[in-house]
């Protein structure tokens, strides 16, 4: 487990000193300084909006960080050949792999801690030109900033996954991208599926649609905006479930990185 | 115990199309503690892969391998060993120093000894002044250079390098060959890769020659320059004048008395023989025919 904590250190060191990330920090922190202006457009939902725009560019900006990066560590480390140095230690494969994933999950955790102290004093200034008719519950908004870091960490790890077993940067990208996607509206489409409207749809229609939805990770499960947005209440069970599933989920699909990853010929 | 145990190492790729390539045919060797091994054979013989296989980077098809008695497949075998890869590449946003503490860590060297270990090592390839510098700076050398150092710093009694001179100048090959020699007085063992015979010739103890996947000798480097010798040019000078005297090996102390009883003064003698090229070039040459 040492050995884990090793590699995902110098996996953070890495990143830290990467001029990529260091401009997209600076562009969430112009998005963030630009909200209180932007905010007063809604006329009367001045903080609502506020909330809303800092939650839509967290959830963006972590989503394309957890794409890029999840997509282009593990691969950037075989395609030229970082793992020959690496795994010429002695240090399991496993380890380099988890190692290599805390180190992602834990720059964008790093990355929402940061957006979540600038976020509050954004939200903090916009509430300040409009009185709202129901104060911000700070706990929803940073509930709804970690359902994000949920969904970033799920999916990184699913772009990990498909790294282990590809021999270019396409599949992890592309392949992160549409079960993005389709995650995001897997829920939706079961839930059309098992009304009125989709009588005439199909039995084998309806059964296949069944099977991807139980695949495809549910990434709504993580979406805690609105209750973020409009101050309304948020149940203990609201939080635990989406933690649970993005646990078992994420932790299901290492399995099957390392799995591959151990089998995979370093050539 | 030995320090490389290889038995029956044979692995299959397969290609586009399904088209199998055998990478390795039934690949046997040992290398006993404190040798030095030159592993030689022409691009695409078999060098990396065999190196890959004892390094745990891709498994044989079939066959075994131990370092120090641990299988190959196991971390715990790469415990003591140093390897560099060939072309090594390393996360280029990092630094030589923080790159080495990795090492270091993962090695589970003593944190109080760490910095003086990589101090030292990086001062012995020459790369002390550049130990902050973030390695995307770094010359193909220097690179190669660092490569090593990683191999060292956790002082192992076993290295693999593939290719330890490529990408070096001539400044940086006589600093891994002393490197190599000094490593060897302090009984280190070395397994190295190269298709340059005369880094052979000077450095190593055995040689293994691999040609199309198949180990075709393992030979004591000494007894093949010793069996190579086929005779020696004589050079002496008469009336002022240098002369020169090719003399057989069965020949030469005829030879030689005869010179000397006639009073004329020899001024050096020179072997000639066959030297580990030529013996490489046979091999190679020998094992294509047989295929």
Same mark, same amino acid.
């Given at each position: 487990?040492?050995?884990?904590? $090793?590699?995902?250190?110098?996996?953070? =060191?890495?990143?830290?000193?990467?001029?990529?990330?260091?401009?997209?920090?600076?562009?969430?922190?112009? %998005? %963030?300084?630009?909200?209180?202006?932007?905010?007063?457009?809604?006329?009367?939902?001045?903080?609502?909006?506020?909330?809303?725009?800092?939650?839509?560019?967290?959830?963006?900006?972590?989503? &394309?960080?957890?794409?890029?990066?999840?997509?282009?560590?593990?691969?950037?480390?075989?395609?030229?050949?970082?793992?020959?140095?690496?795994?010429?230690?002695?240090?399991?494969?496993?380890?380099?792999?988890?190692?290599? $994933? &805390?180190?992602?999950?834990? &720059?964008?955790?790093?990355?929402?801690?940061?957006?979540? %102290?600038?976020?509050?004093?954004?939200?903090?200034?916009?509430?300040?030109?409009?009185?709202?008719?129901?104060?911000?519950?700070?706990?929803?908004?940073?509930?709804?900033?970690?359902?994000?870091?949920?969904?970033?960490?799920?999916?990184?790890?699913?772009?990990?996954?498909?790294?282990?077993?590809?021999?270019?940067?396409?599949?992890?990208?592309?392949?992160?991208?549409?079960?993005?996607?389709?995650?995001?509206?897997?829920?939706?489409?079961?839930?059309?599926? =098992?009304?009125?409207?989709?009588?005439?749809?199909?039995?084998?229609?309806?059964?296949?649609?069944?099977?991807?939805?139980?695949?495809?990770?549910?990434?709504?499960?993580?979406?805690?905006?609105?209750?973020?947005?409009?101050?309304?209440? %948020?149940?203990?069970?609201?939080?635990?479930?989406? $933690?649970?599933?993005?646990?078992?989920?994420?932790?299901?699909?290492?399995?099957?990185?390392?799995?591959?990853?151990?089998?995979?010929?370093?050539? | 115990?030995?320090?490389?145990?290889?038995?029956?190492?044979?692995?299959?790729?397969?290609?586009?199309?399904?088209? @199998?390539?055998?990478?390795?045919?039934?690949?046997?060797?040992?290398?006993?503690?404190?040798?030095?091994? *030159?592993?030689?054979?022409?691009?695409?013989?078999?060098?990396?892969?065999?190196?890959?296989?004892?390094?745990? +980077?891709?498994?044989?098809?079939?066959?075994?391998?131990?370092?120090?008695? +641990?299988?190959?497949?196991?971390?715990?075998?790469?415990?003591?060993?140093?390897?560099?890869?060939?072309?090594?590449?390393? /996360?280029?946003?990092?630094?030589?120093?923080?790159?080495? @503490?990795?090492?270091?860590?993962?090695?589970?060297?003593?944190? *109080?000894?760490? +910095?003086?270990?990589?101090?030292?090592?990086?001062?012995?390839?020459?790369?002390?002044?550049?130990?902050?510098? /973030?390695?995307?700076?770094?010359?193909?050398?220097?690179?190669? @250079?660092?490569?090593?150092?990683?191999?060292?710093?956790?002082?192992?009694?076993?290295?693999?390098?593939?290719? /330890?001179?490529?990408?070096?100048?001539?400044?940086?090959?006589?600093?891994?060959?002393?490197?190599?020699?000094?490593? @060897?007085?302090?009984?280190?063992?070395?397994?190295?890769?190269?298709?340059?015979?005369?880094?052979?010739?000077?450095?190593?103890?055995?040689?293994?020659?691999?040609?199309? *996947?198949?180990?075709?000798?393992?030979?004591?480097? !000494?007894?093949?320059?010793?069996?190579?010798?086929?005779?020696?040019?004589?050079?002496?000078?008469?009336?002022?004048?240098?002369?020169?005297? /090719?003399?057989?090996?069965?020949?030469?102390?005829?030879?030689? !008395?005869?010179?000397?009883? +006639?009073?004329?003064?020899?001024?050096?003698?020179?072997?000639?023989?066959?030297?580990?090229?030529?013996?490489?070039?046979?091999?190679?040459?020998?094992?294509?025919?047989?295929?």
């Amino acid at each position: 487990m040492v050995h884990t904590l $090793f590699v995902a250190r110098l996996t953070l =060191n890495a990143l830290g000193r990467d001029r990529v990330l260091h401009t997209l920090l600076g562009v969430s922190l112009v %998005l %963030l300084c630009l909200v209180p202006a932007f905010s007063l457009f809604s006329m009367r939902q001045v903080q609502e909006l506020a909330v809303t725009l800092v939650l839509s560019c967290h959830a963006l900006l972590l989503i &394309f960080l957890a794409i890029f990066l999840g997509s282009s560590t593990l691969w950037r480390d075989l395609e030229r050949r970082h793992t020959s140095l690496i795994l010429g230690l002695p240090l399991s494969r496993s380890h380099y792999l988890l190692g290599r $994933f &805390f180190g992602v999950g834990l &720059f964008l955790l790093l990355f929402s801690l940061c957006y979540a %102290l600038l976020a509050v004093i954004a939200v903090s200034v916009s509430a300040t030109f409009y009185e709202a008719d129901r104060p911000v519950i700070w706990m929803n908004l940073l509930a709804a900033l970690g359902g994000d870091l949920l969904k970033a960490w799920l999916l990184a790890a699913v772009a990990f996954l498909f790294s282990t077993f590809s021999t270019s940067l396409f599949l992890p990208l592309f392949g992160t991208l549409a079960i993005y996607s389709a995650g995001s509206a897997s829920q939706e489409v079961y839930e059309y599926l =098992n009304s009125d409207f989709s009588s005439q749809i199909s039995a084998g229609v309806r059964w296949l649609a069944e099977i991807f939805y139980w695949i495809l990770p549910n990434l709504t499960l993580f979406d805690l905006k609105t209750q973020a947005v409009y101050s309304l209440p %948020l149940d203990i069970p609201a939080l635990i479930y989406p $933690f649970i599933y993005g646990f078992v989920y994420t932790s299901l699909v290492l399995w099957g990185a390392e799995f591959f990853l151990s089998r995979r010929d370093l050539v | 115990m030995n320090a490389i145990e290889a038995t029956g190492l044979k692995k299959v790729f397969r290609g586009k199309k399904m088209q @199998r390539v055998e990478a390795l045919k039934e690949v046997t060797f040992s290398l006993s503690k404190g040798e030095v091994f *030159g592993f030689l054979g022409p691009n695409g013989a078999g060098k990396s892969t065999t190196i890959k296989v004892l390094t745990g +980077q891709i498994r044989a098809s079939s066959g075994e391998a131990f370092l120090w008695g +641990q299988p190959v497949s196991h971390p715990s075998s790469r415990q003591n060993l140093g390897y560099l890869p060939e072309n090594p590449s390393f /996360p280029d946003t990092l630094t030589a120093s923080d790159y080495l @503490r990795f090492v270091g860590k993962v090695f589970s060297l003593p944190q *109080g000894e760490l +910095q003086g270990k990589i101090t030292s090592v990086l001062s012995r390839l020459e790369l002390d002044t550049t130990m902050k510098r /973030p390695i995307r700076g770094f010359s193909k050398g220097m690179v190669q @250079r660092l490569g090593l150092a990683q191999a060292l710093l956790a002082d192992p009694d076993l290295l693999i390098l593939d290719e /330890p001179m490529s990408g070096l100048d001539p400044l940086g090959r006589a600093l891994v060959k002393d490197l190599i020699s000094e490593l @060897r007085q302090k009984g280190k063992t070395i397994f190295f890769s190269t298709h340059i015979t005369a880094d052979v010739e000077q450095v190593c103890d055995r040689v293994g020659i691999i040609v199309g *996947g198949r180990l075709q000798c393992v030979e004591p480097v !000494e007894e093949l320059l010793q069996e190579g010798l086929s005779g020696y040019r004589i050079y002496y000078r008469k009336d002022g004048t240098m002369c020169e005297l /090719p003399a057989a090996r069965e020949d030469f102390p005829r030879e030689m !008395e005869t010179l000397l009883s +006639q009073g004329i003064e020899v001024d050096r003698v020179e072997p000639q023989r066959r030297d580990l090229e030529t013996f490489f070039l046979e091999t190679v040459e020998r094992a294509r025919y047989e295929n």
